[in-house]
């Protein structure tokens, strides 16, 4: 019997009509293998994975495969957006098996959840050295069957290698001058100059390294940093990565140049993105920076909102083509016919020209991936997307991933919040406010204790993770600052309360799950940023921002001595640890505190947000309020607003000219 019809998880909900008897991942499963004694079959993916959705429909939707499963294993179905602690666990004993990594992750366990053989996607034949996945389950059931006791010894040595990965990276201090200066060197060593980013194919967008050499231009006057990141996002925006007619990014590029995608669009990537080209543009005014980010911010709000207010995961790479078949891309790409059908011949020539568009095809069977090499600015460019986008939106949509993620709509409050303050859109703004409200609601229970995903405004049975927190309380904090709403500021103080309490250990170092949480075969705990900022770096960058507007010591000594880890790790892989650099970077600037006296959304409160020292927090408000801690004791001077700014226990005079007060958080 399937049992996972009545789940939260769209990825699971996919595989509900399998013949394949899947289980949820519970410990009922786990006792079904103990009775039965078989293994456990764990396969894990997401909604929007597209070799997912292949081996689903090669081997989970085949009745022969689906039998065989079912006779000699008990089948786990996890969804790693849903359970990222499950799926960080068992993908560290896949890439310690076998050097790498990726979705579907297919691991085979003992009925006490120990992994002894792993693999990713499997063909239903052999092919180009892979065995069938026929093949992989009949040599599993004959070693459990003849060789149990080699199969006991391979998970107990498996279960005794990770048990000794624990980290202790806490307590040796936070990076300084230093470390920070010895990590733009290897990002310089890893820049592409010709093409934009750091390595080669496949690339994914860097946005958390970004925003680190944005931050270490603001604070040391490096042009070496801000041009990296300038020119990085010049390309990326100009190539296939980014929607050249909705807005939005993909997931990453499978080439150097940023030209073809991988298609799915994911809510993590776009809010990090759009946060980016926010900072950017005021940094340095870029008109391509200011467009992305509002494009970004819009396609967020237009294709992933949810009518509870929140943000959905993803949107799938594939869609129907014109032949009702299931393809990648087949919702964005464009041959030049296809354009002469929509814009006539003229036209047509032009945005061949405009978007790159070829007879032979920057992808596949001659379609073309729009990028945009000419003028951006080229005004009969927007009459020709308009009429684009309409005739796109015709085609059969991909698939979207409806369920709520904590931290990725903590991410989204941030950079909603943000782009809306800085370029004067009161819609965004609400848009992230619709956002936090769900997640308080939804995802906080009476104690504060996040659950990590919802459906439908109906909370998911999961605990939320560290990155949950961490992301979440980075968005109420941002949304304090842009609304000058103190409630946002006590919100994060109850979850960054819960992470001194539950996520931490004796030295500092944090752990991905709290010590109250389902134990696993080892407790998760990783430091470095992949997709989005890991639990750790995301935690320490919401610490040390509350520790600002509050004075709470025991914050900001959390904050410095999680930093350890990006002190050891920084000069190192300074790629895998952006977010972390880009809170040392605070850390070393102060970070600065900024009190403005006076009306929320004032001349003194914009310049005060457009600010660009590094993680300076900004509270707004009426003198005398108790909404923050910031203002107290500050009047405004003579009865006009009044802004007041303090770093390292030494505050600047108070000041009523926006000049003077831009002057003071300029960075440098």
């Known amino acids: 019997m399937n049992r996972l019809a009545g789940v939260t998880s769209p990825y699971l909900l996919q595989h509900a009509d399998n013949p394949v008897d899947w289980w949820p991942w519970s410990s009922e499963a786990f006792e079904e293998a103990r009775r039965r004694d078989v293994p456990v079959l764990l396969s894990v993916g997401y909604s929007s994975c597209h070799w997912c959705h292949v081996m689903a429909h090669e081997s989970f939707e085949d009745e022969v495969t689906a039998a065989y499963m079912n006779e000699h294993f008990v089948s786990v179905k996890v969804d790693r957006e849903e359970r990222p602690d499950v799926d960080a666990v068992y993908m560290e004993a896949v890439q310690a098996a076998t050097g790498q990594g990726g979705w579907p992750m297919t691991v085979f366990l003992t009925a006490d959840a120990e992994p002894f053989y792993f693999g990713t996607y499997f063909p239903p034949e052999a092919r180009h050295g892979m065995p069938s996945f026929r093949q992989v389950l009949e040599g599993v059931a004959a070693a459990w069957t003849d060789r149990r006791d080699e199969v006991g010894e391979v998970a107990g040595r498996i279960v005794r290698d990770l048990s000794e990965r624990s980290l202790a990276l806490g307590g040796d201090g936070p990076p300084g001058e230093a470390e920070l200066a010895q990590a733009l060197l290897g990002l310089t060593r890893d820049y592409d100059e010709k093409r934009g980013g750091f390595g080669g194919a496949p690339k994914f967008p860097p946005s958390m390294v970004l925003e680190f050499l944005l931050r270490h231009h603001a604070r040391t006057g ?245 990155e949950d927190y961490g992301d979440v309380a980075e968005g109420f904090l941002a949304l304090a600052a842009v609304t000058g709403e103190g409630a946002w500021l006590e919100f994060a103080g109850f979850l960054l309360d819960i992470v001194l309490q539950h996520f931490r250990g004796e030295g500092g170092e944090l752990y991905d799950t709290a010590d109250d949480a389902e134990r696993l075969i080892r407790r998760p705990q990783d430091p470095t940023d992949s997709a989005t900022p890991a639990g750790w770096t995301a935690a320490a960058g919401a610490l040390l921002s509350y520790a600002a507007h509050t004075g709470s010591e025991p914050h900001r000594t959390a904050a410095e001595e999680s930093l350890g880890v990006v002190k050891a790790l920084g000069p190192r892989a300074p790629r895998f640890i952006g977010w972390g650099l880009a809170v040392a970077e605070a850390l070393l600037d102060g970070p600065r505190e900024v009190a403005v006296a006076g009306p929320v959304g004032g001349e003194l409160h914009r310049t005060a947000l457009l600010g660009r020292a590094p993680g300076a927090v900004v509270a707004a408000g009426e003198p005398g309020g108790a909404e923050f801690p910031l203002l107290a004791g500050r009047p405004m001077a003579d009865g006009a607003p009044t802004a007041y700014v303090c770093r390292h226990f030494v505050c600047d005079a108070p000041t009523t000219d926006a000049e003077t007060l831009a002057r003071a958080l300029g960075g440098a």
């Not at 939005?248 to 980016?276: I, Q, S, T």
């Not at 047509?348 to 032979?360: K, M």
């Not at 800085?422 to 204790?449: K, S």
Request: glycine share 10%; proline share 4%; net charge negative.
């Open 222 to 466: 490096a042009d070496g940093a801000l041009q990296m990141a300038a020119d990085t996002c010049a390309v990326m925006a100009r190539g296939g990565i980014y929607d050249q007619l909705g807005g939005g990014f993909a997931r990453y590029a499978v080439d150097r140049e940023w030209v073809v995608p991988h298609f799915e669009k994911m809510l993590y990537d776009n809010a990090l993105l759009c946060r980016v080209y926010a900072h950017l543009w005021r940094s340095t005014g870029s008109e391509l920076a200011r467009r992305v980010a509002l494009e970004t911010a819009d396609f967020m709000v237009r294709e992933l909102r949810t009518p509870e207010g929140g943000f959905a995961s993803a949107l799938d790479a594939d869609s129907e083509d014109a032949h009702g078949k299931h393809v990648e891309g087949a919702y964005y790409v464009w041959t030049p016919e296809q354009l002469r059908e929509v814009l006539g011949e003229e036209d047509a020539a032009f945005a061949a020209e405009h978007f790159g568009v070829t007879d032979e095809g920057t992808f596949e069977e001659g379609s073309s991936v729009l990028q945009l090499p000419g003028d951006p600015d080229d005004p009969r460019a927007a009459g020709v997307r308009e009429r684009l986008l309409a005739a796109r939106d015709a085609r059969p949509r991909p698939g979207r991933d409806d369920k709520i993620v904590a931290a990725w709509n903590g991410l989204a409050v941030a950079a909603l919040a943000e782009t809306g303050a800085f370029f004067d859109r009161p819609d965004l703004i609400e848009r992230a406010t619709e956002a936090a409200d769900l997640l308080v609601r939804v995802h906080m229970g009476p104690v504060a204790r996040l659950v990590r995903t919802s459906k439908d405004g109906r909370a998911g049975d999961h605990a939320g993770v560290l």
